[in-house]
């Protein structure tokens, strides 16, 4: 790894860090907050709506984001502007048709209230298809600073009107303008950082060859999502509003620790790996260090969360969230493999291999349709069940191609973690026999151990990758006092 690839990298992971613990966990808090507030139900009716947003914004964001940013060694003004025009139109239609069905998605949940939640909630999607381009040029360039920024603002500006709003008698309807407002706010940030504005152009050629790469990510993309998120429509549908609140904050909590390492990693190694895309030595060298890093810190942040769900749900959401405990412990050790199994899907994107991203989602899904329409017979903790097993079987689907490419297959990655997966285990066992008497005071106190355990036991299974980080961090700190 050359020193100016490894600078960008490093300095796009602290930025990208800092805007993850300043916006992201920012919102995790007020979100936590607002749930203490409102209640498993109320938060439900908004979880409901989840998979809907979550499929939209995943055909307006994911593929022709993903193809700018993989052209970037020739993108063109009317590339750029060609898409963002093409995003705004597609956003406006999803609006519409998605307002026209809300009394249909109302009645599918038997819950009248969604209707108009439904309608006010969707106009993000029309927000967030305004700065796939600005979001694809920062990007491309590595600026993670300016994305840190407009989300940080965003996010203390959006949480101050929800919790206000909560705490006036609002109930769910905080948590509504929360999110709204925090998509609004974040994207006119971003539109100020980035100073891009489109021309009047529209290419018919640039969308044909965008579209030819891009089409394939965002199908996938469609795919995906409604494989990781079609569990808590169901729920919905079968259960009540009270226990998808419970599924949807077991998720959002598991899913914000993956994907606040996964998200971190391969949204700064992503434009990397693709300008380095012709350089295959560089490029498997780079992702076989990628697949370790990301592995010594998901194993134990997840099997260390799953080992302190029971004081963190009871100390940050109260009593009235205790029965979503067994869903968290579950999902954490679903997700604590989730991060990886991104970034071999993500290695196949970088090299242009969209129709290999494909052929992965597509074969996922009907076991995980399988797998689910047995689950949901047998309650919540089984659907949890299921889900990890999903995951664990598409972590060996998705590292399939990536084994054949590059010859760094599951087997040989499950080898490459093996000092995590030990050190995350044993610190598990250690974690979960703490004991205090005060609350606090064993949450505290299982953490440092959990850390301190974690550490030392890899530290004496002599890893390489935790050598490599602690020498960069003592680097970075000699500088500091210099």
């Known amino acids: 790894m050359t020193q100016s690839i490894k600078n960008r990298l490093i300095n796009g992971v602290i930025w990208s860090v800092a805007d993850k613990l300043i916006s992201q966990f920012g919102f995790l808090v007020a979100t936590l907050y607002l749930a203490k507030l409102i209640g498993p139900e109320s938060f439900g009716l908004v979880g409901m709506l989840t998979i809907f947003m979550l499929l939209t914004e995943s055909v307006v964001n994911n593929g022709f984001s993903q193809a700018l940013v993989q052209r970037s060694h020739a993108l063109s003004e009317e590339d750029s502007s060609t898409i963002f025009y093409t995003n705004l139109i597609l956003g406006g239609v999803i609006y519409v048709i998605l307002y026209a069905l809300a009394p249909h998605i109302a009645q ?8 108009d939640i439904s309608r006010l909630l969707f106009l993000i999607i029309i ?3 305004l700065t796939v381009v600005v979001r694809a040029k920062l990007l491309i360039i590595v600026d993670f600073k300016s994305q840190a920024i407009a989300g940080a603002v965003a996010t203390m500006l959006s949480s101050s009107v929800g919790i206000y709003l909560a705490t006036a008698g609002y109930d769910y309807w905080a948590f509504v303008w929360l999110l709204l407002l925090r998509a609004l706010f974040q994207n006119l940030g ?9 021309q009047l152009i529209f290419n018919i050629n640039s969308l044909r060859t965008l579209f030819k790469f891009g089409s394939n990510l965002m199908l996938a993309g469609f795919v995906a999502t409604l494989v990781n ?12 509003a009270t226990n998808v609140g419970y599924f949807t904050q077991a998720t959002n909590l598991t899913n914000f620790i993956s994907q606040f390492i996964s998200s971190t990693l391969q949204g700064v190694t992503y434009p990397i790996l693709t300008s380095i895309k012709e350089d295959s030595d560089r490029l498997i060298s780079l992702y076989r260090k990628l697949v370790k890093v990301t592995m010594f810190f998901s194993l134990p942040a997840l099997f260390g969360f799953a080992a302190i769900s029971d004081s963190f749900v009871s100390l940050f959401l109260g009593e009235n969230w205790i029965a979503a405990t067994p869903i968290i412990k579950i999902l954490c050790f679903a997700r604590a493999i989730t991060p990886v199994s991104s970034i071999n899907m993500s290695i196949l994107s970088a090299v242009g291999r969209s129709d290999l991203y494909l052929k992965v989602d597509l074969v996922k899904l009907p076991i995980t349709l399988g797998t689910l329409m047995v689950s949901i017979n047998y309650g919540l903790e089984a659907v949890a069940l299921a889900l990890l097993f999903n995951v664990a079987v598409s972590f060996f689907i998705n590292a399939y191609f990536p084994g054949k490419l590059f010859g760094f297959g599951s087997f040989e990655q499950i080898k490459a973690a093996l000092n995590y997966l030990i050190a995350a285990f044993l610190m598990y066992f250690v974690v979960r026999s703490v004991s205090l008497d005060s609350l606090w005071l064993d949450f505290l106190v299982s953490i440092v151990i959990g850390v301190v355990v974690y550490i030392s036991i890899v530290w004496l299974l002599k890893d390489d990758i935790q050598r490599m980080i602690f020498s960069e961090l003592s680097k970075k700190i000699s500088k500091c006092e210099q």
């Open 229 to 240: 998120n079609l569990y808590v429509a169901l729920i919905g549908r079968y259960f009540n």
């Open 190 to 198: 971003l539109w100020c950082f980035s100073r891009w504005l489109p």
């Open 108 to 115: 599918f949940y038997n819950e009248p209230l969604l209707l």
């Open 127 to 129: 927000i967030n298809s």
